[in-house]
């Protein structure tokens, strides 16, 4: 069983921890908690070697937007025999209590990952209804972005995020070599 713990726990415990953020790297950079290393939820299995060494040394604590994304981590983690904290409320928490969050140097800020899957849900909404007046049938779009949001509040998960994680925009430049740095700093230390 994964142990929540509270932003209020977290922040005084934060220098004893290894964080965790399961986010994509370009909300990563975006803005984080301080010291967190970023092992995107999608590499997870990549980066368990790297995450028993930290976790031998001291306590994991997985975080990501909201706390869905770092649910699963930590079950994915637990089934490897990994145990790991819950950051509840996630990244969005941390920020929402006023605690300062670390961008990555240099980095462009990118839209939060969630205001992009609303941009692209209501366009692809607005365009099925208005393509419908010349097209009949067309709306039926609409009502399928409807139905995957459902499913999606129904689930906690989002499936249009993870695909719009995918896109280069949201990849900054050299994640591949910043991942494997995150891999090496958890095998060596924080």
Avoid at 65 to 75: D, V
Avoid at 152 to 167: E, I, Q
């Amino acid at each position: 069983m994964t142990t929540p713990l509270t932003v209020d726990q977290l922040q005084p415990r934060l220098q004893q921890l290894t964080v965790i953020d399961v986010r994509s790297p370009g909300e990563f950079a975006g803005g984080h908690i301080p010291g967190a290393h970023n092992v995107p939820l999608d590499q997870l299995s990549q980066a368990l070697p790297a995450l028993r060494a930290a976790a031998e040394r001291g306590e994991l604590a997985i975080t990501c937007a909201s706390g869905a994304r770092a649910g699963n981590a930590c079950e994915q983690l637990s089934a490897a025999g990994i145990q790991a904290l819950l950051i509840s409320g996630g990244t969005a928490a941390w920020a929402a209590d006023g605690k300062q969050l670390d961008k990555v140097p240099g980095e462009k800020v990118r839209w939060a990952m969630d205001r992009q899957v609303r941009m692209v849900a209501g366009s692809l909404v607005l365009a099925g209804v208005v393509i419908d007046l010349a097209v009949p049938g067309v709306r039926w779009v609409s009502a399928a972005v409807g139905a995957g949001l459902l499913f999606s509040a129904a689930t906690n998960s989002c499936a249009m995020g993870a695909m719009l994680g995918k896109l280069p925009y949201n990849r900054p430049r050299n994640s591949g070599a910043a991942f494997q740095a995150t891999l090496a700093a958890l095998h060596g230390g924080k």
